[in-house]
């Protein structure tokens, strides 16, 4: 699989992810409309965001590899960054919603506001929003093998619509028991009221973690730290140690990644005469060998 149909692959993937993405947003919308629940509210906004998100992705993914003056290596960079302002984005509606509705719950409380929903739309949304965010993963999956499992943006979309398939059947499930339950047992009856509102907490609780996680894993990369998964960490090095274990002794290492460009700086002192000559040699053998599994590496041998 060459680049140009690893970059054509992941473009359409995104696209068509965008499209779903957008159509789940406007149908959050709708029926927050017609049931006037802000947990739906939020499921919209958050498929609204990623839908922007994916089609700046699918952007990306188109000029990430060009070399220019500029950029030298790629713009790889700009990965990081869109994964960085979509983890910001996401965390202000989930803290925004946290607001709101944590007040509502105080008015209910303290002045006995009520907000009242209606269900009869959210069971069908649910089951829809549901089915289209796993068949979205499943796509997203289908569309990586083509790739050989090296775009690690369809992997990362993969895993996040598996979670958005789980949220909004939180939300909507999550809602249409609290209503059942405030309707049947004396003495829940708030929950008719603010069932709504709790369910919200919960999604947002759940949610939390995800962008906080983006957030700091892109501002890492975008600030050159070192590689944060032990075990791609683990993977490189053992691939280092068997190519050049032989003739040099590995004194240190740099290895960081910029949305999909892996940087690999290893210093190394040679064992004899002979390992000099090999040094180009090994680079390219290591670069060969890297190839099979990371599609964009710079990796260079400095002798210490």
Same mark, same amino acid.
């Not at 599994?293 to 710079?298: A, D, F, P, R």
């Given at each position: 699989?060459?680049?140009?149909?690893?970059?054509?692959?992941?473009?359409?993937?995104?696209?068509?992810?965008?499209?779903?993405?957008?159509?789940?947003?406007?149908?959050?919308?709708?029926?927050?409309?017609?049931?006037?629940?802000?947990?739906?509210?939020?499921?919209?906004?958050?498929?609204?965001?990623?839908?922007?998100?994916?089609?700046?992705?699918?952007?990306?993914?188109?000029?990430?590899?060009?070399?220019?003056?500029?950029?030298?290596? &790629?713009?790889?960079?700009?990965?990081? %960054?869109? /994964?960085?302002?979509? #983890?910001?984005?996401? !965390?202000?509606?989930?803290?925004? =919603?946290?607001?709101?509705?944590?007040?509502?719950?105080?008015?209910?409380?303290?002045?006995?506001?009520?907000?009242?929903?209606?269900?009869?739309?959210?069971?069908?949304?649910?089951?829809?929003?549901?089915?289209?965010?796993?068949?979205?993963?499943?796509?997203?999956?289908?569309?990586?093998?083509?790739?050989?499992?090296?775009?690690?943006?369809?992997?990362?979309?993969?895993?996040?619509?598996?979670?958005?398939?789980?949220?909004?059947?939180?939300?909507?499930? &999550?809602?249409?028991?609290?209503?059942? %339950?405030? /309707?049947?047992?004396? #003495?829940?009856?708030? !929950?008719?009221?603010?069932?709504? =509102?709790?369910?919200?907490?919960?999604?947002?609780?759940?949610?939390?973690?995800?962008?906080?996680?983006?957030?700091?894993?892109?501002?890492?990369?975008?600030?050159?730290?070192?590689?944060?998964?032990?075990?791609?960490?683990?993977?490189?090095?053992?691939?280092?140690?068997?190519?050049?274990?032989?003739?040099?002794?590995?004194?240190?290492?740099?290895?960081?990644?910029?949305?999909?460009?892996?940087?690999?700086?290893?210093?190394?002192?040679?064992?004899?005469?002979?390992?000099?000559?090999?040094?180009?040699?090994?680079?390219?053998?290591?670069?060969?060998?890297?190839?099979?599994?990371?599609?964009?590496?710079?990796?260079?041998?400095?002798?210490?």
């Amino acid at each position: 699989m060459n680049k140009l149909n690893t970059s054509s692959i992941e473009r359409q993937s995104l696209f068509v992810g965008a499209l779903v993405y957008l159509l789940m947003g406007f149908c959050g919308w709708i029926v927050y409309y017609l049931s006037h629940s802000e947990a739906l509210l939020l499921d919209g906004n958050y498929n609204m965001v990623n839908g922007i998100a994916s089609f700046f992705a699918f952007y990306v993914a188109k000029i990430r590899a060009q070399k220019t003056t500029t950029f030298p290596f &790629g713009k790889f960079i700009y990965e990081a %960054l869109y /994964s960085l302002v979509k #983890g910001i984005l996401v !965390l202000g509606i989930l803290v925004a =919603a946290l607001w709101d509705n944590s007040v509502k719950i105080i008015n209910y409380f303290s002045e006995g506001i009520k907000h009242e929903v209606n269900t009869l739309p959210i069971a069908f949304y649910t089951i829809a929003m549901v089915t289209l965010c796993f068949t979205l993963a499943f796509y997203y999956k289908q569309q990586n093998k083509k790739t050989g499992d090296k775009s690690s943006m369809l992997k990362t979309d993969a895993q996040t619509a598996i979670i958005d398939g789980m949220l909004s059947g939180l939300a909507g499930g &999550g809602l249409l028991l609290c209503t059942y %339950l405030g /309707s049947i047992i004396s #003495g829940w009856e708030f !929950l008719m009221y603010i069932g709504d =509102a709790i369910v919200v907490l919960l999604f947002v609780l759940i949610a939390f973690k995800e962008p906080f996680h983006i957030i700091r894993h892109n501002f890492i990369e975008l600030a050159g730290g070192q590689l944060q998964s032990q075990k791609e960490q683990d993977n490189i090095l053992n691939q280092i140690q068997r190519i050049l274990s032989e003739d040099f002794s590995i004194e240190n290492n740099y290895i960081s990644k910029t949305g999909s460009l892996y940087t690999m700086l290893v210093y190394v002192k040679p064992k004899n005469e002979k390992a000099l000559r090999l040094l180009t040699a090994k680079r390219d053998e290591l670069r060969t060998s890297m190839s099979d599994k990371y599609e964009n590496t710079l990796i260079e041998l400095i002798l210490a």
